[in-house]
């Protein structure tokens, strides 16, 4: 049977706040399992005010400024409680939060990680944009091999009792003027693109993210 999941879409939402939606379904469910119940599990996208957050294995020392400067061009910092480095999120962006029972869906976090970067990659591929996963490294590159290796999507996921949070980061028409300021995912020597920058134009964000939907919805057979 299909895993069945709500989507719900925050629209733009503060950094902390999402992370405060994520954490109660993530309790609710766990909660629930514990009970012997089933509840739905939850696809959430959004996008954000400009934010830098540092995962816990993290470096600060990878965000190159300093908290005046951070004033200056309007972004906060969150140290994060998900896996990963330090990332950017900010307007332009899909930001996807799926809160998923794993044992549901009878994967282990590998597979799971995997599965999101397939879908991410099915959906470049119908703008026509070939991307590929990076040994050693989540997330989606371009020209992966090459000296233009190049990050398109951020992933970093936190999971408690086989229920995930967090999750990924797809630049659409995102400002990549903000990425300058950090050392992205803690990687000095590998790029960040977006769909608008690889094709030239920017692109119907509503269109992007139905696209994106049906294609987690498809990968990870959820009824959605």
């Known amino acids: 049977m299909d895993y ?44 954000h005010y400009h934010v830098y957050t540092l995962g816990k294995s993290g470096q600060q020392n990878n965000l190159l400024i300093n908290d005046d400067f951070l004033k200056k061009i309007k972004a906060t910092y969150y140290q994060s409680n998900r896996g990963g480095d330090i990332t950017y999120h900010g307007p332009g962006q899909i930001v996807g939060y799926p809160i998923f029972d794993l044992e549901a869906l009878h994967m ?13 990659i099915t959906t470049l591929r119908e703008y026509s944009i070939e991307s590929t996963i990076l040994e050693g490294a989540t997330g989606v590159w ?43 995912c803690g990687f000095v020597d590998k790029g960040v693109t977006s769909m608008e920058k690889e094709l030239g134009y920017k692109l119907n964000f509503e269109e992007v993210k139905h696209k994106l939907k049906f294609n987690i919805a498809k990968i990870f057979n959820l009824d959605l």
């Open 142 to 184: 371009l020209d992966v091999g090459t000296n233009k290796v190049r990050k398109i999507c951020a992933i970093g996921v936190r999971v408690s009792k086989s229920v995930t949070m967090h999750g990924f980061a797809l630049n659409v028409n995102t400002d990549l003027g903000y990425f300058n300021y950090i050392n992205p």
């Open 108 to 120: 282990g976090v590998k597979e799971y990680i995997f599965k999101i970067e397939q879908a991410i």
């Open 4 to 47: 069945r999941v709500s989507y719900i879409d925050l629209g733009i939402k503060e950094y902390k706040e999402a992370w405060d939606i994520q954490e109660n379904y993530q309790s609710d469910i766990i909660s629930a399992k514990a009970n012997k119940k089933v509840v739905d599990g939850r696809l959430i996208f959004c996008e």
